[in-house]
RNA sequence: UGGCCUAUAGUAUAAUGGUAGUACAACAGGUUUUGGUCCUGUCUGUCUUGGUUCGAAUCCAGGUAGGCCAACCA
């Protein structure tokens, strides 16, 4: 009954490739500059190039496109790789665009004496005049004539260091009068005496993006080379160079990169949010970084999932994060561990219970067929929630009011008698008697109640700090919302609950565990937890469709 | 106003000249000891104008709209 499920623009044509005989197996890159944490849209690039490696039987690098060192750290290679590794993947072969240096630097040389390329000791400012607009096209200045002894004098100083950062380049001598700005004898190394986080003082030049990633991809082989949109002007260039260099012809493809409302998905802008503090850093799990949701308690697996779902396409999207949240519900509703938890407590005295406690038992995982079970104290005074009890209820509303019945869930039923109140009229305590022939599992009472809530025993229960996480932005579309970024920060995206309640099987938990907060939401403990005080994020709520029904009345 | 890319429900994404489908969202109902899950149903779509064809979302031409390109960033 396997339903054939369609092919994205990309695997048709590998699969006309492999068809054909162009290649009889391919291979895919994946190629971060480690100058920042990897977000969702590389999880999306990531899916696609190792998933496409693994569905066609080929293999995946994983090369870091280092060459602008002033920019990129060691720590953030380090954080790739972990990303990388949690999404499930693994590369063939770890490498690094700056172990081709000596080499491109020869194909450098090599340009140079096909006079396919010089040296130009214009000031970038008159590069950028000559190079004229995309209507007028850009003129040659007199270093495009230096001699190709010249040129490769010039070219093996510049690499000597005998020039200081932005005094000489060397460009591509290519078109300058093409259409494609790109062509418009694009510089291929610039002066840059800077210490390179791997290469050390060794190199005072450094390869520009479009002199390294082609060839890079043209010395490992890389039969398809995807990109996103924005690097459609490049593979003219992209092109050019590999026919002139006469090396193997990697092709470039490019998709579309991913959009989601309610967050940004640059690296310049998250590093502004992490250095301006608006988070607490790159893994702060308001942030659309692969550690942020990592730590917020999203699933690897609830990731490659969102990135199947969404597609591989070349037109502009917006992806509405409800779905990746759908993604996660669906992945923690299967896995997480059901726990009650009361996070902002009103007594309950149930005036008939004479027992000091009764465990019950209550499964861990209802969605499981073999669920384990726990025992959960019940006694005579417990906390449920505050939002569960109205002294007026509104119609269609199931918890409990005065004279009510609800069941509590695992235990009991019980009515609501009586409603204490303090002298400023605040409700503070309920008073209720339970029906003991309705004891879960048990139940002989004959009474259907509607509501069914959490609870948790007082003089049992365990405390625990909650940190409630909202969308980070309030505007959906925030590459598009007038102004700053930053304009659009949501405030309240992070509500702390210093002190919840749980109930004591909760004491009892680690780093890699997913929780279900009864009627709450799903969570995990956060690394910030101490042996003194349990600290948990909120991962994602629960479908709430009484709270969408009240907001309709409003 | 030079070139390139794109256009299918609210959002995404299929249909590769032959019944416009799927997911999320929305809406209605059923089940339920989580107002969760699960199940059922409903709603909404081929940017536009021509052309080719027995037949066009698909091919062609014009138009319109959106995006990208003039960093010693990637």
Redesign the pocket.
């Known amino acids: 009954m396997s339903e054939e499920k369609?092919?994205?623009?990309i695997e048709?044509i590998i699969e006309k490739d492999l068809a054909e005989g162009k290649h009889t197996t391919i291979t895919t890159r994946f190629?971060p500059?480690p100058n920042g944490y990897l977000h969702i849209g590389h999880a999306k690039s990531i899916c696609l190039n190792f998933g496409l490696a693994i569905k066609y039987g080929g293999k995946t690098n994983l090369r870091f496109?280092d060459?602008?060192p002033v920019?990129e750290e060691t720590e953030y290679v380090e954080s790739i790789k972990e990303d990388i590794q949690w999404l499930g993947f693994n590369w063939a072969n770890e490498l690094y665009a700056s172990d081709y240096f000596e080499q491109l630097y020869a194909f450098a040389e090599k340009l140079i004496n096909k006079g396919l390329a010089y040296v130009d000791d214009?000031?970038?400012e008159e590069?950028?005049q000559q190079?004229?607009?995309?209507?007028v096209p850009g003129i040659r200045n007199k270093y495009a004539e230096r001699s190709i002894a010249e040129n490769i004098q010039l070219f093996t100083e510049m690499r000597q260091g005998k020039y200081a950062?932005?005094?000489?380049?060397l460009r591509a001598k290519a078109d300058m009068s093409s259409?494609?700005?790109?062509m418009r004898d694009p510089?291929l190394y610039?002066?840059?005496h800077a210490h390179h986080h791997r290469t050390g003082d060794k190199w005072c030049i450094?390869?520009?993006?479009?002199f390294?990633?082609g060839q890079s991809d043209s010395i490992e082989n890389i039969t398809h080379s995807i990109c996103t949109?924005?690097?459609?002007?490049?593979r003219e260039l992209y092109n050019w160079l590999i026919e002139q260099l006469d090396i193997f012809p990697s092709h470039q493809y490019e998709f579309?990169r991913l959009n989601m409302t309610y967050t940004v998905m640059s690296k310049r802008k998250l590093l502004q949010l992490v250095n301006e503090k608006h988070v607490s850093g790159w893994d702060d799990p308001r942030m659309s970084t692969i550690s942020g949701m990592r730590r917020r308690g999203y699933g690897a697996a609830a990731l490659r999932d969102f990135c199947d779902?969404?597609?591989?396409?070349?037109?502009?999207?917006?992806?509405?994060i409800?779905?990746l949240e759908?993604c996660v519900?669906?992945e923690l509703?299967k896995t997480a561990l059901?726990r009650m938890v009361v996070f902002a407590p009103l007594k309950m005295t149930i005036t008939n219970f004479d027992k000091e406690v009764e465990w019950v038992s209550i499964e861990d995982?209802?969605?499981d067929p073999n669920t384990t079970h726990r025992q959960v104290p019940f006694s005579k005074e417990i906390y449920i929630e505050q939002d569960d009890f109205m002294e007026v209820p509104p119609k269609?509303?199931?918890?409990l009011f005065p004279g009510g019945k609800v069941?509590l869930?695992?235990?009991y039923i019980i009515e609501c008698n009586e409603v204490i109140k303090d002298d400023e009229g605040n409700i503070v305590e309920l008073k209720c008697t339970y029906l003991p022939e309705?004891?879960?599992?048990?139940?002989t009472s004959g009474i259907h109640v509607k509501?069914?809530?959490?609870w948790v025993s007082i003089a049992h229960a365990i405390h625990a700090e909650v940190r409630l996480y909202d969308r980070l932005f309030h505007v959906e579309n925030v590459a598009d919302a007038e102004g700053d970024f930053k304009d659009h920060i949501n405030p309240n995206s992070l509500e702390i609950v210093e002190k919840v309640y749980a109930e004591p099987a909760l004491a009892n938990n680690n780093l890699a565990e997913r929780y279900?907060f009864?009627?709450k939401g799903y969570f995990c403990l956060d690394k910030d937890s101490t042996d003194n005080k349990l600290i948990f994020n909120r991962t994602v709520t629960?479908?709430?469709?009484?709270?969408?029904?009240v907001k309709?009345k409003n």
Request: cysteine-free.
């Open positions: 369609s092919l994205n623009f048709e190629p500059e496109d060459t602008n920019t214009s000031t970038s590069i950028a190079k004229g607009s995309p209507t950062d932005g005094e000489k380049v259409p494609n700005m790109h510089i610039r002066i840059k450094y390869p520009m993006y479009d390294a990633h949109l924005e690097f459609i002007p490049h579309a779902k969404i597609g591989i396409a070349k037109r502009e999207n917006l992806i509405d409800g779905l759908f519900r669906e509703n059901r995982n209802p969605e269609k509303y199931f918890r069941r869930k695992g235990a309705s004891k879960s599992g048990n139940d509501g069914t809530l959490h279900q009864l009627r629960l479908k709430d469709t009484w709270a969408k029904e309709k």
